[in-house]
C-alpha cells in the first residue's frame, strides 16, 4: 500500500499515535505521505508501526528491493 493512501486513511488522532510511535511528527510523517524521501531508519520504522500495510520497498525502493526467489537461494 502506499503511504499516502495509509496516511489519508488516518484520522488526526490515528495521525498523532502513529507519528508517537515512530518518534517524529506528523507534519514529517505528512512529508513522506507527499514525496519527501524517508531515511532508511524512518522506512524500517514505518513498516513496522503500520504491522507492514506500508512497506520500506514501497517507501525507497533505490534503497530496499524485495528479493527474488533466486535471490533468496
Known sequence: MLFV????ALNQEE???LA???KTTV???K???WGKPA???MCNTIERETNGEVTREELRPDIFKK???TEAA
Open 15 to 17: 495521525r498523532k499515535a
Open 67 to 69: 528479493e527474488t526467489p
Open 27 to 29: 507534519g514529517y510523517l
Open 20 to 22: 508517537k510511535k515512530s
Open 31 to 33: 512529508q513522506i505521505a
Open 39 to 41: 531515511g532508511a531508519v
Open 5 to 8: 493512501d495509509y496516511f489519508k
